[in-house]
């Protein structure tokens, strides 16, 4: 799949974004990339990149964590300068809260974002809770780009069952991201699938390994 300077990686909770974004930043400090990861999720306390620090400096990728007050539901506060991290010379991934209230940090950097070589992916899941329709994932998009300001511009399908995923599961997800992305009106980046089920890696597929263990698995 494609990386860009800045990638922004959103989706609703259980969806995999972070997991997803591990993977990213990951992959693009084996090919050679600096790499800055992002972690702007204030929603979930339990799956954030900044529980994968020494994962990443083991493979010299920077770790940017704001400093949270008061409760995981409220906006961070930002102790870094984003317009000044995009500006450096590397890759950023930055990892978006599970929502609407979620997106509203990433809101505060939505005017040095813009104009940047960036893509916004929403990280889709068939099983999880509130997003098994098309139309229910496509409503919270719309309510997370409301609240960042900023377009999603690819959907990446992960729908997945924790470990209960087998291939048939990946199949069955396929049509669900298809049309996420139909009615989105935007493309398909990737379908990622468990490196483990040995699906053979191609422009549409993403081999992803498993960083993030689910409470629900």
């Not at 995999?16 to 702007?40: C, H, I, P, S």
């Not at 599970?98 to 990433?106: I, M, Q, S, W």
């Not at 069952?161 to 009615?183: F, M, R, S, W």
Request: glycine residues 6%.
């Amino acid at each position: 799949m494609q990386i860009k300077k800045v990638n922004v990686i959103t989706g609703h909770y259980g969806s995999g974004k972070t997991n997803f974004a591990v993977n990213l930043a990951l992959d693009a400090a084996k090919r050679g990339e600096r790499v800055t990861v992002v972690d702007l999720d204030i929603v979930n306390p339990y799956f954030r990149t900044a529980d994968f620090e020494q994962l990443f400096a083991d493979n010299d990728i920077r770790l940017i964590v704001p400093t949270y007050a008061n409760s995981n539901l409220d906006i961070p506060a930002l102790n870094f300068d984003l317009a000044s991290i995009v500006r450096q010379e590397g890759l950023v991934i930055v990892d978006v809260g599970g929502d609407d209230e979620g997106a509203k940090a990433l809101g505060r950097y939505a005017h040095c974002l813009e104009g940047t070589d960036m893509q916004m992916l929403y990280v889709v899941n068939r099983f999880r809770y509130l997003t098994k329709e098309p139309e229910e994932a496509l409503e919270l998009m719309y309510l997370i780009e409301q609240a960042s300001s900023l377009k999603c511009t690819g959907i990446v399908n992960n729908s997945n069952l924790g470990c209960d995923t087998d291939i048939d599961t990946v199949n069955t997800g396929i049509p669900y991201g298809q049309a996420v992305a139909e009615k989105a009106g935007l493309p398909l980046v990737c379908v990622c699938v468990n490196r483990s089920l040995d699906v053979k890696a191609d422009d549409n597929i993403y081999p992803i390994d498993i960083y993030v263990k689910k409470l629900w698995e």
